[in-house]
């Protein structure tokens, strides 16, 4: 599953990159998929089972938190778009 993910996230990033708009980005998710990695990290050290299955974690958090940081910067776009 984690290789999946490790898989699809940077595509996600590349598209938001590209797109530079936030319409049909949802932040709520990005939210609750950057959690459940957090909360899948730190079970991980939190039973001492810590293996290199925590790397995929990590890479994982530093993808989606680089889509959260798109979703910013593609809104400032969108908004700059719609002033006048």
Do not use: H, Q
Request: charge should be positive; proline fraction near 2%.
């Amino acid at each position: 599953m984690l290789l999946c993910f490790l898989a699809a996230w940077p595509v996600s990033t590349v598209k938001a990159y590209r797109a530079r708009t936030a319409k049909g980005t949802s932040l709520g998710f990005m939210l609750i998929v950057e959690a459940g990695y957090l909360f899948g990290l730190s079970s991980k050290f939190l039973s001492g089972n810590v293996s290199f299955v925590a790397a995929f974690y990590v890479i994982n958090i530093c993808v989606v938190g680089a889509n959260i940081a798109l979703y910013f910067r593609n809104r400032r776009i969108d908004a700059a778009r719609t002033s006048p």
